[in-house]
């Protein structure tokens, strides 16, 4: 591939897993680029020649990889910095720009482009049915770059609040006890029959949902592949013909359900 005369930044989500749901324009920026960053499973996804260099690492070093990415761009590389989903969602988006920010100031000349992907929220979300017809938010269980005492503030305020609740990072060898301190505070705020789904590998082979409640959920069926949804009051169970089962929030919401 013929290199640029300038260098670039592309930072491309790269979707949840299945092909189809990569975007035109993700494989449009991974067409130029003549290096790849990201950690090593997601780097190993992207189709590319024998010509496109490929700089996989650990998942720990977002920054590293960020301040790799710009000193390739700054010497006229086309550089693709790949997450999995959505770069912009607890990705590698925001690790780019701090490492601009607070890098030679050469760096805020590079161009930079992000490329949005489909986030594993999504794609749970349509696998699921309708579960963030209402209002939602996404929290992050990880306490590598925040305080766990924080991550818990704010499961607390998002349940309190009536917002259905998607966890990301949600247990991990390193954390195998978070998923269940947090499922333990939830249940003191919110009733039993709240339905939960834990969504692994969405569109990929080893693809798994479990539905299950708030009371009976189970940390155990969790890993670092699975998107874990808590529904709110207004999220609601619809037994399908089939056997399976929908799930959608209300878009409605009265006074006394705020």
Not at 53 to 61: E, L
Not at 113 to 128: D, F, K, Q, Y
Not at 219 to 241: F, N, W, Y
Request: net charge negative; aromatic share 4%; glycine share 10%.
């Amino acid at each position: 591939m013929t290199q640029q005369a300038a260098g670039r930044i592309f930072i491309v989500g790269l979707g949840p897993g299945a092909p189809e749901q990569m975007t035109p324009q993700a494989r449009a920026a991974l067409a130029q680029a003549t290096d790849l960053i990201g950690y090593a499973p997601y780097v190993a996804r992207v189709e590319a020649g024998p010509e496109v260099v490929r700089h996989a690492s650990d998942n720990r070093v977002e920054l590293d990889r960020a301040r790799h990415a710009a000193e390739l761009a700054l010497a006229g590389r086309s550089v693709a910095v790949v997450s999995g989903g959505d770069a912009g969602v607890f990705g590698m988006a925001s690790a780019v720009f701090e490492a601009i920010d607070h890098g030679p100031a050469a760096w805020r000349g590079v161009d930079v482009t992000v490329i949005p992907g489909v986030s594993a929220v999504l794609a749970a979300a349509a696998r699921l049915g309708a579960p963030l017809g209402g209002d939602f938010c996404v929290i992050s269980l990880s306490d590598n770059l925040k305080p766990r005492a924080v991550v818990h503030r704010r499961l607390a305020a998002a349940a309190d609040a009536g917002l259905v609740i998607a966890l990301y990072n949600p247990r991990s060898k390193a954390r195998p006890d978070q998923l269940g301190e947090a499922l333990d505070l939830l249940r003191t705020i919110l009733p039993g029959d709240v339905p939960v789904a834990f969504a692994r590998a969405i569109g990929r082979p080893d693809e798994r949902v479990i539905l299950t409640d708030i009371a009976h959920a189970d940390p155990e069926q969790v890993d670092m592949s699975t998107l874990v949804l808590i529904g709110c009051p207004l999220t609601h169970v619809i037994d399908r013909a089939d056997g399976g089962k929908w799930l959608y929030t209300s878009r409605r919401v009265e006074e006394s359900c705020a």
